[in-house]
């Protein structure tokens, strides 16, 4: 109970954080109600990267007292702006109109669907500290450790936990500054609050917004948006459980809310430009109809929530580019002919992706041979079925029933750009799939389940002109559905919604349960007990040499202990390599097990079952117990302290 209380309250703390100081900025800068809610979450993410670069490079430790100056400065810059005449206008998203209770129940409908996403994960985990058994997982702990130890939230340090030396590497790091907020509590707690945060409440709001944005004459499209959103297979916390990418993954929870402040502030660019292009044909003499501070004050919210979702993950910004284009090329192409300078917007919107393509910026994802491979047919059933690779079940058939139908609609009658971005993100999705040749997807890691969230939050909007389309299939227009076909319908969707929960607990129990056939673990319940029980012993007197795939690679994050590989996926470097040479030759070389102690290596652990075996280090396994005391012993595991004294 303590823990989940703990888990509940980091949840709380991190919402505050994200929406309080986003939502603040969006207001000065002029923006209304929804609109600042939806963006809220990217402009947070924005200052707490920046201001823990800044803090980083002025040597003060990252806090909340840091991150409220920077937010204290973010608003101070928007309420500037605004009184120097940068104000956005055209913001007002049917402010009167709920959001979710615009259906009869609709915000119990939201939270019951939430619920069936979020219950089975809850109840695989079994506890609020539990680790997910993911290598990125991993990653993140001991990013959040290295973050509480150093006091060093900046993206350009951060990956100073992929190696053994601590040098500074490159890391978007938003989202560990805003989760390293959280004093005191647990690292997994934290990790788990903030995860449980950030996949859900900005994913179902920013969708929801986003639906109104897209469709203001719907009344009901952001209610059934955020439910479907909920509801989708292929959804932030979904993608945290099954491959565990946090910072990616929180970042397309925040991409919808940008992409609705993008539809909102271009439409009003565009209503003002055919204004404006009216009254010049009238009077040939007036000035340029391009509204300039308009246009500017929209371009820096923009840049505010772009920013935010580079530094929480590069090619979430690309992706939002990407639909930028789309949506401007698409709406704006009618007025080309009269005012070509539109033109410049989807141009200017690719040129940063071009730029990140063509130049060893993306070294880091370009390389990377993709997840999972799979025929061209699968790929087409994948998309076309609603079966993503990313926990595939009945009910994105479902959905996709919906969607389908709204595609169709979209593409003849508007808004022709949502057809056109579900074209281009689903052969994002094919390319990564299939590991095509064409590298289309080379800026998302060449991984389809990456692609499956910016693809469903495309499908989501899609389903709005899917159940236009149904309501008019079971009821004549210009009538109300009956009452007792609603309920049936209702009670039809209940059920659907309820048979995803025994394949959602079944997909979760994969990477969360102690145990699952087939599948390998960092942890193991007994050397976790063990390692608790022997922790202030440890702590202290040298740090634990063993394979980042064995458990002891956690206890950095999980214990505090200091471990000489805190991650998987290490680079080993030639001290690296001289290090584990000199732990095999320890127990008869006094020269090499000075040498372990001169690089801190207080304890050898060995373990027989890894989550992946690595070949670099399997020579640790082969040391005896003579090179010291073994401190405890499981049924497949050992640590020994190292004593050099006994040589």
């Not at 928007?78 to 009167?96: F, I, N, P, Y």
């Not at 290295?146 to 006091?151: C, D, L, M």
């Not at 969607?403 to 990564?432: E, H």
Request: aromatic fraction near 8%.
């Amino acid at each position: 109970m303590t823990t989940l209380l703990l888990l509940l309250g980091c949840a709380a703390l991190v919402l505050v954080a994200v929406y309080v100081p986003g939502y603040a900025v969006a207001r000065l800068a002029g923006a209304h109600r929804l609109l600042s809610l939806a963006i809220a979450p990217a402009i947070a993410s924005a200052i707490a990267g920046t201001t823990a670069i800044l803090a980083g490079a002025a040597g003060l430790n990252w806090s909340l007292l840091p991150y409220a100056l920077g937010s204290l400065g973010a608003a101070g810059a928007a309420w500037g702006l605004r009184r120097a005449g940068l104000e956005l206008h055209g913001t007002a998203l049917q402010e009167r109109v709920p959001l979710l209770s615009v259906i009869p129940f609709g915000r119990w409908w939201t939270l019951g669907a939430a619920a069936i996403a979020v219950v089975p994960v809850a109840v695989a985990a079994g506890s609020a500290d539990r680790v997910l058994e993911r290598w990125d997982a991993l990653y993140h702990l001991s990013a959040l450790q290295r973050i509480r130890e150093t006091g060093n939230a900046s993206s350009l340090v951060i990956g100073s936990i992929s190696n053994s030396a601590g040098v500074p590497r490159t890391y978007p790091g938003a989202f560990h500054a805003l989760a390293s907020l959280v004093p005191s509590a647990p690292v997994p707690v934290v990790l788990n609050g903030a995860v449980l945060a950030l996949a859900i409440v900005p994913w179902i709001l920013g969708t929801a917004v986003l639906a109104r944005a897209v469709f203001p004459r719907v009344r009901w499209a952001s209610a059934a948006a955020a439910i479907i959103a909920a509801l989708a297979p292929a959804s932030p916390i979904d993608l945290w459980v099954h491959l565990s990418p946090t910072p990616n993954l929180v970042g397309f929870s925040m991409m919808p809310g940008v992409l609705a402040a993008a539809v909102v502030l271009w439409r009003d660019v565009l209503r003002v430009v055919r204004i404006r292009l009216r009254r010049r044909d009238a009077h040939p003499e007036l000035p340029a109809p391009v509204p300039v501070r308009r246009l500017a004050a929209s371009l820096l919210m923009l840049a505010a929530g772009g920013t935010g979702l580079a530094l929480m993950h590069p090619n979430v910004a690309v992706m939002a580019l990407i639909l930028l284009a789309v949506l401007t090329g698409v709406t704006g192409m009618p007025l080309w002919r009269r005012l070509p300078v539109l033109a410049l917007a989807p141009a200017l919107a690719l040129v940063p992706i071009a730029v990140l393509a063509w130049t060893p910026l993306a070294s880091m994802v370009t390389g990377y041979g993709g997840g999972l491979v799979v025929p061209w047919w699968s790929a087409f059933g994948e998309i076309a079925l609603g079966l993503l690779t990313v926990w595939p079940m009945t009910i994105g058939v479902v959905i996709a029933i919906l969607w389908w139908p709204g595609l169709f609609r979209t593409a003849a009658s508007g808004p022709r750009w949502l057809a056109a971005a579900w074209l281009i993100v689903a052969i994002l999705y094919y390319d990564a799939a299939v590991d095509s040749s064409w590298n289309l997807s080379a800026l998302f890691y060449r991984g389809q389940d990456r692609i499956a969230l910016p693809l469903t939050t495309l499908t989501t909007l899609l389903a709005v002109p899917g159940l236009q389309v149904l309501r008019h299939v079971v009821a004549r227009p210009g009538t109300t559905v009956r009452r007792p076909l609603a309920a049936a319908l209702a009670a039809l969707a209940i059920v659907l919604a309820g048979t995803s929960v025994p394949i959602r607990f079944a997909d979760a129990a994969k990477n969360l349960s102690w145990e699952y056939p087939g599948r390998g673990r960092f942890l193991q319940h007994d050397e976790v007990e063990a390692f608790t029980a022997h922790a202030e012993e440890i702590r202290g007197n040298g740090a634990i040499l063993a394979s980042p795939f064995s458990g002891a690679s956690h206890m950095y994050a999980v214990l505090g202990l200091d471990v000489y590989f805190p991650v998987a996926g290490v680079s080993l470097t030639t001290a690296d390599r001289t290090v584990m040479e000199a732990a095999e030759n320890a127990a008869t070389d006094p020269a090499a097990c000075r040498l372990l102690g001169t690089k801190g290596i207080g304890y050898i652990y060995q373990d027989r079952r890894l989550y992946a075996f690595s070949e670099e280090f399997s020579a640790l396994d082969m040391i005896g117990p003579e090179i010291g005391t073994v401190v405890f012993e499981t049924d497949h595991s050992r640590l020994i302290e190292i004593d050099c004294a006994t040589q």
